[in-house]
């Protein structure tokens, strides 16, 4: 069995989501392989990004909340460190496991800018959207299917197919690797 992703219906299914929604996303496969991402462009995390501290604990949450998942092989979420809700969510269906929705930028409550931030990251604070756990969930029935009947193919191997028909139909002979 082998995977085959679309990359091209993925982006455009991965940026309209996110165009819907506001919520910054990006898909890894099963290797970690970054095949698609889209954010908002000049938002609250790419300006508090443009300090290196800042991006740095960035990095290190992304990476902390996909290593979660990846072990787990379910949902996983966190509030960052500039109060934003994140959440990586793996693509599995069937059993099987095609790589991992990374997804944040969006408020988990009603919260108002933080005291200390500028007045245009203030702004930029309130501009970021707010979701709340049914929303989040109905996210989480949505994109595994839509991705796996738009994007993600299992391609199976023909030999191996030929293989297992053959034990099948011959369960009560004396089976040999020839």
């Known amino acids: 069995m082998k995977l085959r992703y679309d990359v091209e219906k993925m982006e455009r299914i991965i940026s309209d989501l996110c165009v819907l929604t506001g919520i910054s996303m990006s898909f890894l496969d099963a290797e970690r392989r970054t095949l698609c991402r889209y ?40 509030i960052c460190h500039a109060g934003l809700f994140d959440a990586a969510m793996p693509i599995i269906k069937d059993g099987i496991f095609a790589g991992i929705v990374l997804m944040g930028r969006v408020k988990y409550s009603n919260d108002t800018a933080k005291a200390g931030l500028s007045e245009e990251m203030k702004e930029k604070f309130e501009e970021i959207p707010f979701f709340n756990d049914r929303q989040i969930s109905s996210l989480g029935s949505l994109l595994p299917n839509v991705l796996f009947e738009s994007a993600i193919f299992i391609e199976h191997d023909s030999r191996l197919d030929e293989i297992t028909e053959y034990i099948k139909n011959n369960l009560t002979e004396k089976l040999s690797v020839d």
């Open 39 to 78: 954010t908002r462009d000049e938002d609250f995390c790419s300006l508090l990004q443009s300090d290196a501290g800042n991006k740095r604990l960035c990095s290190c949450s992304d990476e902390l909340i996909l290593n979660r998942c990846m072990e787990s092989k379910r949902f996983e979420s966190h």
